[in-house]
């Protein structure tokens, strides 16, 4: 089960309805984690993207609602128009509501985007088979590790390479972990821990979707290994 709202449109289309937020991150004296807006603005957008393109959507518009204050605005959307360019989208709107009447102790922001789909590719079924293969590209990072640690975060532009690919299946790995998403994934199989092996830990969160999992078959190996390169984590699951 992806986390995302797919709506038939009409006899050719669905919308395809990804959101993310984020509290307690910004610059206010409250906040958990101290960064720039552009920064917050930047990752929600990645990670309601990320959800809306693994499920086929072409990303049309983007809505965000800022409750960092009206200060705020300019910079959040410098961080939304990061991410649109990273992905190289065009003809992609952007629009938004801000909370000024009354002021929070701590930053907050919610961030939906639109996307369609054609009714043909919306595939809701996928069975893990003796054949199929699993990856996770880029490193499961949360709060300060983020920053701290972003050459490990898989690039926008590399999601968007692989989404290209056919027969490639890609899941956005978020709060819950790697191990969360796999389990939702296939409509046959769920794993215990035990059943999954990586260097990685399958159990942490992924904050705003520093990694994501890949699904593809052992013909595509070489061309996802060469495509993610240092991003690339082989994940081994038992096979029964």
């Known amino acids: 089960m992806r986390d995302v709202l797919i709506i038939p449109f009409n006899g050719e289309e669905s919308l395809v309805i990804a959101s993310d937020n984020s509290g307690g991150i910004g610059?206010?004296?409250?906040?958990?984690?101290?960064?720039p807006y552009e920064v917050v603005a930047y990752y929600s957008f990645r990670v309601a993207v990320m959800e809306c393109m693994a499920a086929g959507g072409a990303p049309f518009a983007v809505t965000l609602l800022n409750f960092c204050g009206e200060?705020?605005?300019?910079?959040?959307?410098?961080?939304?128009?990061?991410?649109?360019?990273?992905?190289?989208?065009?003809?992609?709107?952007?629009?938004g509501s801000t909370e000024s009447n009354f002021s929070l102790v701590q930053s907050a922001a919610g961030l939906t985007v639109l996307g369609k789909v054609q009714n043909d590719a919306v595939d809701n079924c996928l069975e893990f088979s003796e054949e199929t293969m699993v990856a996770v590209i880029g490193k499961p990072l949360v709060g300060n590790e983020v920053v701290e640690?972003?050459?490990?975060?898989a690039p926008l532009s590399l999601f968007k390479e692989l989404c290209l690919l056919?027969?490639?299946?890609?899941?956005?790995?978020?709060?819950?972990?790697?191990?969360?998403?796999?389990?939702?994934?296939?409509?046959?199989?769920?794993f215990k821990e035990t059943e999954v092996s990586s260097s990685l830990d399958i159990k942490k969160s992924a904050g705003p979707?520093?990694?994501?999992?890949?699904?593809?078959?052992q013909e595509k190996k070489e061309e996802i290994m060469a495509e993610a390169g240092r991003y690339f984590h082989k994940v081994e699951v038992i096979k029964c």
């Open 209 to 217: 979707s520093t990694c994501f999992l890949a699904v593809f078959s």
């Open 27 to 35: 610059l206010k004296e409250m906040d958990e984690v101290y960064v």
């Open 71 to 95: 200060q705020a605005w300019k910079t959040l959307m410098d961080g939304i128009h990061r991410g649109i360019e990273e992905l190289g989208l065009a003809r992609i709107q952007v629009n």
């Open 166 to 190: 056919e027969d490639v299946i890609l899941l956005p790995v978020g709060s819950k972990g790697i191990l969360y998403e796999l389990n939702q994934l296939f409509s046959n199989r769920t």
């Open 149 to 153: 640690f972003e050459g490990e975060v």
